[in-house]
């Protein structure tokens, strides 16, 4: 029998899992189970679909290695007994915003303050950075704060639970997400426990950071449907969602990784860590020892679904009137920030609409206006990475959003490089699987797989797309209380 692996992808709004042939990359299963909505949720949530999407791909009993990769930043506190403290607070609640202020002003005055979190951790504090969680958690729920004896993420949490949770000292992470935690140095690749004790008022357990292949430990047959019979299967280090795709779509130099999901991401692997003082690129590592400077949104599919729930049209039949119309949607401009915005840091700001006459207030006018704003927020973060000194030669587009054939064909029109999709796929858990394979290896190198047939997009660039969001931009209101 074949080699198999399996990666999963525990997202924002799904838990999808791969398995596949370890030595060509093969699809051979999948499942798929959905998350609740909200931005906080329990992680037993996470567990329950887990353990339906494995039900749904038929099981991990043939499988010799598992890694999980999942939404970055989540703060799932855990107590002494490694019970959950409370629901986890998810990288886009955005009610610690004000205690991302405090963490910077406590390190100094404006730019001084932010240019100390980029040089000691890579990251700016904004609400998503789970050290801000840390800090709105000792400030708002001093009790739940008093139990907290551990604090790790969403994809450390799964891999502890596939390993039968064998107690607080054998938490795991890697250095993608730890490097998304605030209190991680990606330039060090130590822990800033003085940073987390700063923020929370005392240090806690967190996980060990493991190396690009080393093992999580082993599955535990009781832990979720393995047969006990069957050879346990190695745990991988797992890792952050975004550093999962970027590996599972083997991007290489010039090449810019962006993903539509919930989050709308922009990152390039570099071989040097990045700190960028404004905050904008985050200075992530990945998965295989390098790093991984990304610019997030909080806004990307959802602003297409909100739209489409709006003007009571399905997702295909609201690409189709985007595209009925010309580029720049005759001058109608959507500001995308419905739930606040993290790039441009702005958790209070709300969307707006620009430009509206007769002539634009149309389905169509509003279709196309929300592909072009939500595609220009992801433009200036593909500025800020190459500001950052990352290549941009290509786009290489992924995630729920890239199914949209209107995105596909704007993207080159706004981002101004050639946009290339691999088959829609779960690339996330495809990262995950490869990291497996890699581990089950024991080979310096990772598995070198079959690479899927991918398509280009090309279009010439029309800078007053972008040029008209950008004045557009600075025009929206805050959320009223
Ligand atoms: N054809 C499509 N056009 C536009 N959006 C789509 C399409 N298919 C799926 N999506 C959107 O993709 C999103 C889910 O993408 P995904 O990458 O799985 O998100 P996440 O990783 O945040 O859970 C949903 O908001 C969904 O509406
Ligand atoms: O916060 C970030 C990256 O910094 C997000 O990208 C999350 O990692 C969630 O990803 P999706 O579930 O939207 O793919």
């Known amino acids: 029998m074949l080699p198999l692996v399996a990666g999963v992808d ?19 299963r999948q499942g798929r189970a959905s998350h609740p909505d909200g931005t906080e949720v329990d992680p037993a949530a996470w567990w329950a679909a887990l353990g339906e999407a494995v039900s749904a791909a038929g099981g991990l009993a043939d499988v010799v290695a598992v890694s999980v990769a999942g939404q970055q930043h989540g703060m799932v506190c855990l107590d002494e ?15 610690s915003a004000g205690a991302a202020a405090e963490l910077i002003a406590e390190a100094g005055d404006g730019d001084t303050g932010r240019r100390y979190w ?9 609400a998503s950075i789970t050290i801000t969680k840390l800090r709105w958690l000792a400030r708002n729920e ?14 450390d949490w799964l891999t502890w639970r596939l390993g039968g949770a064998p107690g607080l000292a054998a938490l795991g992470t890697d250095r993608s997400d730890a490097s998304g935690t605030g209190y991680w140095a990606s330039t060090t690749g130590r822990y800033r426990g003085d940073l987390l004790e700063q923020a929370f008022g005392r240090m806690v357990t967190v996980p060990r950071v493991l190396g690009p292949v080393e093992p999580a430990g082993r599955l535990d047959p009781a832990a979720l449907m393995g047969p006990p019979d069957a050879a346990p299967a190695l745990l991988g280090p797992g890792g952050g969602d975004n550093a999962a795709a970027a590996f599972g779509v083997g991007a290489g130099p010039g090449d810019v990784v962006v993903s539509i999901g919930t989050s709308g991401t922009v ?45 009571g049209v399905g997702l295909a039949e609201l690409a189709d009137l985007a595209l009925s119309v010309p580029p720049g949607a005759d001058g109608l401009v959507m500001v995308p920030y419905l739930v606040g915005e993290r790039t ?8 707006a609409v620009h430009g509206l006459t007769p002539r634009t207030a149309t389905p169509a006018h509003l279709a196309r206006s929300a592909v072009e704003g939500m595609l220009c927020a992801l433009a200036d973060g593909l500025d800020a990475l190459a500001g ?15 199914r949209s054939a209107a995105v596909r064909r704007v993207a080159p029109q706004v981002f101004g490089v050639p946009v290339v999709t691999p088959p829609p796929g779960e690339y996330v858990a495809d990262g995950a699987a490869r990291q497996a394979a890699w581990v089950a290896s024991g080979r310096a190198d990772p598995p070198v797989w079959t690479a899927a047939t991918t398509r280009t997009w090309e279009a010439d660039p029309v800078p007053a797309i972008r040029a008209r969001y950008a004045q557009a931009r600075e025009h929206v209101v805050d959320r009223g209380t």
């Open 10 to 28: 525990s997202s924002t709004q799904s838990c999808k899992l791969v398995i596949r042939d370890a030595d060509s990359g093969a699809l051979v």
């Open 81 to 95: 007994t490694g019970e959950v403290v409370r629901p986890a607070l998810l990288w886009n609640d955005t009610r």
């Open 118 to 126: 980029a040089d000691a951790v890579g990251v700016v504090p904004v």
């Open 142 to 155: 001093p009790r739940n704060a008093a139990r907290v004896a551990a604090v790790c993420l969403p994809h």
């Open 267 to 311: 990152s390039g692997v570099a071989e040097q860590p990045t700190a960028d003082p404004t905050g904008i690129v985050a200075g992530f590592a990945d998965v295989t020892g390098r790093y991984l400077p990304l610019v997030c949104t909080l806004n990307a599919a959802r602003v297409l679904d909100a739209v489409a729930a709006l003007l």
């Open 344 to 351: 441009p840091n702005r958790p209070d700001a709300t969307g």
């Open 388 to 402: 950052q000194g990352v290549a941009v030669r290509r786009v290489i587009l992924v995630g729920g959003g890239a």
